[in-house]
């Protein structure tokens, strides 16, 4: 699997970002694909991960608010809508590919040792 991101750049506390991920080599039919953050001097934090049926979850209830996941029919793409955002949300953030799953609980946020395939990331900064 190859992961590619893009969308990222400097945005003003409230504005919005539309995160991309060009996606090729997922197994049909199966696997999760998820959006991770992270900031220097930090562990990777896991925010939203969809299934192949296009069932999503969110780290925490909140976040539905704010971030939306989505995929397009094809998986060849998935993005995150990011509304609303805060100085607190700046992170490289990062796509990540499961391989196996048919269902994509939120548990996997916290188990991205699951994730067997990840993007090389893109720096959102909010100001």
């Known amino acids: 699997v190859q992961l590619v991101e893009s969308g990222g750049g400097s945005v003003q506390a409230g504005g919005s970002l539309r995160l991309s991920c060009a996606v090729s080599?997922?197994?049909?039919?199966?696997?999760?694909l998820a959006w991770f953050r992270q900031v220097p001097g930090q562990g990777r934090e896991g925010l939203a991960v969809?299934?192949?049926?296009?069932?999503?979850?969110y780290k925490e209830e909140s976040m539905r608010g704010r971030f939306t996941i989505s995929q397009d029919n094809a998986r060849s793409m998935l993005y995150l809508q990011m509304d609303s955002l805060k100085p607190e949300d700046t992170a490289m953030y990062y796509c990540?590919?499961?391989?196996?799953?048919?269902?994509?609980?939120?548990?996997?946020?916290?188990?991205?040792?699951?994730?067997?395939?990840w993007g090389q990331g893109t720096q959102v900064t909010v100001s």
């Open positions: 080599g997922l197994p049909e039919k199966s696997g999760c």
């Open positions: 969809i299934a192949n049926d296009g069932t999503s979850n």
């Open positions: 990540a590919a499961e391989r196996y799953l048919l269902r994509c609980g939120t548990w996997l946020l916290y188990a991205d040792t699951h994730f067997y395939a």
